[in-house]
């Protein structure tokens, strides 16, 4: 579903609780102007869960500075990303959730926006914004939600979902994968949304993601091959011929990537074990020719500085 109906029909008194979860770990330095952009909003009835997982820095203290009863401090003793994410779904009681990551912020009137769509309107599942992308002080990208007619199959070809541009139902949410180290978030909307109706609204930037350092080679490989591992886990979802087409060509030129540049993941080595296409390729780049020849392509087609050795 796109969105080519007028905002107008939908735009309603909204009252809905929102729940707004904001993993954090040693968040000291951009945790508040984090905050801040939460107790802004227009829609004002928001609970601000804040999951701190072992920081060791004065996280605990800049988020307690904000005297507003919508915020409440929970520390985890474990580290992770989903961990925190998975804990915050289930101490959650708005019927709406809100991601944000703890070095980033909403617009202020991205939640009552949202609300506007989905209050009343049991048609959509989920409303995506535009998002920014904002480096030393300039913004450097923007990113439009992916509106076409097969976004619904789109899903399982790449993440097209910036994790705080999405407002979601929380009857739709389901759990973050615990195991993975990237693509947590790409697994969870794919679980969550897949064959759901989505509004876009395209013309509103309401997200905005900041930008401190670039990926490392090492985090880049890491990244590509949870890539991967998430197209790979669904590859047997129904799609289009063009789409079937296009996701088998990923599959293998991102395993490719995978068994040329990563260090083995158990997680992924346990899944592929018993796929024939996936040992016959794994077998002919045991070939040192065959091995060169794929690593020259990629150096001509990956980012010059994804893989620098």
């Excluded at 097969?150 to 949410?173: A, M, Q, W």
Aim: aromatic residues 14%; contains cysteine.
């Amino acid at each position: 579903m796109d969105s080519k109906i007028e905002w107008g029909e939908f735009k309603m008194e909204t009252t809905s609780k929102v729940s707004i979860i904001i993993p954090v770990n040693n968040g000291e330095k951009t945790i508040s102007k984090t905050l801040d952009s939460c107790l802004k909003q227009t829609h004002t009835n928001l609970e601000i869960i804040v999951i701190d997982n072992l920081s060791t820095d004065k996280t605990k203290e800049k988020v307690l500075e904000f005297n507003d009863s919508r915020i409440s401090y929970n520390y985890l003793l474990e580290k992770g990303r989903s961990l925190a994410r998975n804990k915050g779904i289930e101490l959650a009681s708005g019927e709406y959730i809100q991601f944000l990551d703890a070095d980033d912020t909403l617009d202020f009137e991205k939640i009552k926006k949202a609300l506007e769509i989905l209050e009343g309107n049991e048609l959509y599942s989920a409303v995506q914004c535009q998002t920014d992308y904002i480096k030393n002080n300039k913004i450097i990208k923007f990113q439009s939600p992916y509106k076409n007619k097969d976004y619904k199959e789109h899903l399982f070809l790449g993440n097209t979902f910036p994790i705080h541009s999405v407002l979601i139902r929380k009857r739709e949410c389901a759990f973050f994968p615990e195991n993975f180290d990237y693509c947590e978030d790409w697994y969870f909307w794919i679980k969550s949304l897949a064959g759901k109706n989505i509004y876009f609204d395209g013309d509103y930037i309401g997200a905005h993601v900041f930008i401190h350092d670039n990926n490392t080679m090492s985090n880049y490989s890491i990244m590509k091959a949870y890539y991967f591992f998430v197209i790979y886990l669904f590859r047997n979802y129904d799609l289009s011929i063009k789409n079937r087409f296009k996701r088998a060509c990923l599959i293998y030129s991102l395993f490719l990537e995978y068994d040329l540049y990563s260090n083995k993941i158990d997680e992924i080595e346990f899944e592929i074990m018993n796929d024939k296409k996936i040992i016959f390729i794994r077998t002919c780049l045991k070939s040192n020719g065959i091995r060169t020849i794929c690593k020259t392509y990629f150096k001509k087609e990956i980012k010059k500085n994804a893989y620098s050795k």
